[in-house]
């Protein structure tokens, strides 16, 4: 019996790469127990259900991305929106800061109080309203403008007063009214109503108010 020779078994000196029939017995055998091991590996591995997790993985993942892209997309679907519009916006903003600019350079940098009041009794009187009370308040500095109060309480009827706010409007300053409320003037009012708000002026900050 011919005794096998380990070293040429196993030379790994001069194998080819194209022509593994050539290669020594031992190498063969090597080769071969690795691929049946691989083989048998992947059965075991299909088998036990170990691909079940990647797979659940995947799931995951592709739901997740859906979940994501369905979030994301109104928001882009938005900015997008901005964007295309944004020359419109741009336009927009700077009407609304001339505007704002020439209403500001309209603003009188003295208030004439008395003469205001004076004028407010006027178009109080020509509604049709008495009078129970005009209290100029304190100023308040805003941002751009000096704003300045006046606390005003009449009595009449419900169109007289429309008629009292509309003659405000048209008063050559710029006039607001606030905090509007109507009571009942009581017995001797009769079907008479008392109402009280804040009419407020406004002027132009001089150089040390900034």
Not at 34 to 53: K, T
């Amino acid at each position: 019996m011919a005794k096998l020779d380990l070293a040429a078994a196993f030379d790994t000196s001069n194998l080819d790469q194209n022509n593994p029939g050539s290669w020594p017995i031992g190498i063969k055998g090597i080769t071969f127990l690795f691929i049946f091991g691989g083989i048998v590996a992947a059965g075991i591995f299909f088998d036990a259900g170990f691909y079940r997790p990647i797979t659940l993985l995947a799931e995951d993942l592709k739901k997740s991305g859906q979940k994501l892209e369905k979030e994301l997309k109104p928001t882009f679907e938005s900015k997008a929106a901005l964007a295309a519009n944004l020359d419109a916006y741009k336009a927009q903003l700077a009407e609304m800061e001339r505007s704002f600019g020439a209403m500001l350079s309209k603003l009188p940098e003295n208030l004439q109080i008395d003469s205001l009041i004076i004028d407010i009794s006027q178009a109080g009187l020509r509604a049709g309203l008495e009078f129970d009370l005009i209290k100029p308040g304190a100023e308040a500095a805003k941002e751009f403008y000096v704003e300045f109060p006046i606390n005003i309480t009449v009595v009449g009827r419900y169109h007289e007063f429309g008629d009292f706010v509309s003659g405000l409007s048209e008063l050559n300053r710029i006039v607001s009214v606030h905090n509007v409320n109507l009571v009942p003037a009581g017995a001797k009012g009769g079907s008479k109503l008392t109402m009280t708000l804040v009419a407020k002026t406004y002027r132009a900050k001089n150089e040390k108010e900034g």
